[in-house]
């Protein structure tokens, strides 16, 4: 059988340790959490890297292993190592597929992929969110239906400023009445880029089966095809390719 | 001064005939109350053709004398000669723009220049629209800011069945929980398409300050920048864009 | 292991019938040819349907059946029956890839799906082209790297009168000094759209290991996620999502 | 008569300095002769800046009184001050219009706004380009009919690593048989972002008729629709828009 897909779960696991309901919701932080929801997928063979180990542990060695990197930050993307967010922008334009994660939004790393401020609206008072399939039958869609619903969610509303998506699959509106793209594809380089506004700190989102569905497709979807590749600035002679 | 724009408010001009809450609301028709507040601008000259007339009012000398058309119909779709649909694609691809308002969805130009069914969900229980700039700055968008309100509308829901657009400026909620990309661009050919989902037969949407300013800012934006530019196929022989 | 893709081959076959430079590059046709190459693969199961078949071999059932269809047509695009255009266009929007090559972009299919006329320039003196990659890593240029040459060439010039691809994965530059997007991707509703230049009826283009190469990686990419999903037009009444 | 576009002509202004044959050219810099060019239409007012002058003469006063910044760099692109570079970044997204210029494609806002490394090949043989219009009718290619040649240029090829412009309007081959996506268009934010291969320091590139023209159109093009609109990060009560 194929490869597995090797997937990195970034997580920051600063709540986890000041924030009792994230402990309580995530004992094991939510990093582990969803390495453990991927592992149960026979093609997907997931580890977890965090902000504390040393390189945040996203050495060259893990990332040139990575397929798929998920991140999830929060209070902490101050934190990270500008060398570091740098060596993974690298690996991601050559290749290495990157899911972001609800308020990965404002991380180093999904700024710099954007060129744009990536603001947007929040509110935090446990509201209902529904997601609205706009592109059916999308390979990160896969076993979801028109929509799905999340109980209790931090809104998050537009304008939400990212560049043009390459694809919007999900819109969400709030029980509040705030729309959002929720699902938001691009290529940079030879890698692909998939957001994702599902998860939360305090609200069980992770929990919900059909973020778990959508966040595994996501991953078979960013999978590279191939190995990496590096784009060049080079001066070939006339002719060159004609040799 | 600069030329005005040429506008043709295209309206079937059918529930005018039978629906008397249209006839309430739009006594001299849809398409004579939308020219009417285009033709307050000082910068627009609008006319109006409807469906009833010779060639439905679109003959090859109105065609070519308009700058931009505005597209409304709902329940006559297949009342519309295809000569005369095929007369408006020319038209379009060659430089004309086009404003495709509300039930123009299913027209035979609309879906014709998505290559798409165009389906989507629908309800008529007055709701409350709040329809979210997705795209500040934008051309379209002057005078509107972050968001505008409509009381009473017919519904549209996901999934909207259209090609991913150029741009997805405005998406509205709706009181009921749906979500859908209300104000959407495309090119096609050397043609600026333009769909706006509100506009309704028996709610007074057209009377909305902020729908008109809308359909009068893709008036602006629609305009072709210059004369028809048709495309061709043709058989050059080697060299001859030297000579 | 997982099932085979299942690819119709849709061939005009009409050269085949009256052209002796076609009859002698592709004996049993040029649709032949294509799956023969393309069932060197073991995860690809190609079967062939030609114009003169009952339902030019384009069964509901055939149809069903089928993964992903490639498409060549020239000079008998008229005589595609509007109804069987209309049975693939269905296919596609709901979920069926489909791969159009080289002179398919006048095809009815093609340019219904495109929404645009689809005219460009094109010259027959047995040019050289080389296809330059515009997307590296992409799923359907594995094993190209940065270019590729085919010696003797039908030139096709810009302008392509397209909708913006959603993809432009190869843009190529001919002899005599013309450029051409080659390689372009779409989605319509939930099927997959690649377009691709190379072919022709009487060089041997498809011999070319690249275009082959090519062809069976964009089977791969536009294979469905899934089973058909096909768009409605409902009026679902208020709340019925939270049921 | 409606307000003239502020133009505001970024200039390294450092080949102009070191390299004779930029002198000859250009003896008042770059800057200076783009900016006359420019001031010879009635709807623009072009001023210039350059990076030795304080701030880079890019000011807060001075960008927040810019429509329109076109930039050039090539040897001092390191030389930009970070903050200054943030300082453009933050008037692009909040509606600024900005012009990249050849070189351009390394600077740090241009590859801040598209968020991957803008490689490229090139080649300085001074051979021939043709610049083929992929978008006719497109606002910033008024003018341009199907083509232009420059005689002597640099050759810039593909892969040129951006992300999928929102409209690839020009492509250009080289006669060494290189192509390059020549004119591309993006949003960010609020702005609009034009991409304009053509511009040397020692080629007369700046001097062809149809360079200008496309220069000039595109700060037609870009020039913001209305006062700057900044997005912003904010957390709005339940229900406040109804307010």
Request: proline content about 5%.
């Amino acid at each position: 059988m194929a490869d597995k897909i090797r997937v990195t779960v970034w997580g920051e696991n600063a709540h986890e340790k000041v924030t009792a309901e994230t402990q309580k919701l995530y004992p094991d932080g939510m990093h582990t959490y969803i390495a453990n929801f991927l592992n149960t997928q026979d093609d997907i063979d997931a580890r977890t890297s965090v902000l504390d180990e040393p390189e945040h542990g996203l050495t060259e060695e893990v990332l040139a292993g990575t397929d798929v990197l998920t991140w999830w930050g929060h209070i902490a993307h101050g934190d990270v190592d500008d060398a570091i967010a740098q060596r993974v922008y690298e690996h991601v334009v050559s290749g290495m597929g990157i899911i972001c994660l609800h308020s990965a939004h404002f991380s180093k790393i999904f700024t710099k992929l954007m060129g744009t401020p990536c603001n947007l609206k929040w509110r935090e008072v446990a509201e209902r969110e529904v997601l609205w399939v706009t592109r059916p039958g999308h390979e990160i869609l896969q076993g979801i239906e028109d929509h799905f619903i999340i109980d209790h969610v931090e809104m998050y509303g537009e304008f939400f400023d990212i560049p043009e998506p390459d694809e919007t699959i999900l819109i969400s509106s709030f029980e509040g009445g705030e729309v959002f793209r929720s699902g938001c594809t691009w290529r940079r380089g030879a890698g692909k880029v998939f957001y994702f506004r599902p998860g939360h700190e305090t609200y069980p989102v992770f929990y919900n089966e059909n973020v778990q569905k959508v966040i595994t497709n996501a991953c078979r979807w960013a999978k590279p095809a191939g190995p990496r590749v590096i784009s060049t600035c080079e001066s070939p002679e006339l002719g060159w390719f004609l040799k």
